[in-house]
């Protein structure tokens, strides 16, 4: 999978200074060119690449791996999903009135707004929906979502459909699929096409990178030394994969609310479609 380029004002403020991962020197994006590279960035130990822009000043942007959801071909991939999901639900729970875009009318009684599910349908009775995450939806939007089909005492399933393996590399997830992750006790639900109604749930380890010792003079003649120690980044992890597993083992569960430990984003109480697995990996 080709490394893609995100914008730094998107996910960070712009960036002026880096490091030099040769140094660990501090160096201003007006002063530096490719050939100083690498990068890196002293705040999240992202790699950075110096960009020197006509239009708006010199900066350095971040360069990171992405799971392979966007690109060409993404409506296509939204409609395979739910598509090959919904026939094989229908097959596994016939009497699910299993349907793609069926709309929820609201209620204004309870001032509950309408929706319109990728997937819905029952199992064992109670109502299941399941939205396919192909594309770059807000939190604003997801909360949305979550809260009103809570309203309604729906469980909810969100997937996230790729265009090739997220592989064993580390990866920078987008903001959405580290909020799932939360929603998902530790988890995100990846789907491939001819998959069926199987999903794969992805860990986001931990990952580090070595910051390399160096020494140098300053100006003033103080000497300073750096690195020679492992650095935990703050946005790239390393994708841990748990065993595949189809949804008709997914059972519903009521969590509670929940903000994650450092992060100011907090998941509402809420009814969710989850798998029964044990935790595979270490840690929290």
Known sequence: ??????EPENYHPIKDWAKICATNKPIHANE???SDGPFYCPDTFEELIVRKCVDKRDHFAYK????????????????ECKTEICEELKKEFPDGNWKVERLIPENKEKDIKKLTPDI?????????????????????????????YYARKVSILWIVPLKEDLGTENFRPRLYEKYLHSMYYGKVYYWIKGNGSKVSPVHFDNADRWIEE???FEEDGTERTEGGFDKTYKTIFKPNYGKKIDLKDFISYEREEFTPENEDKTVPKCLIFKDNMKKWWKGK
């Open 214 to 216: 160096s020494h140098w």
């Open 1 to 6: 999978m080709d490394n893609e380029f995100y």
């Open 64 to 79: 990171g791996r992405l799971s392979s959801v966007y690109g060409g071909g993404e409506s296509k991939l939204h409609f």
């Open 32 to 34: 530096a060119k490719k």
């Open 120 to 148: 819905s349908g029952r199992i064992n009775g109670k109502p299941i929906v399941i939205e396919v995450q192909a594309s770059s939806l807000t939190l604003p939007k997801i909360l949305k979502r979550v809260n009103g």
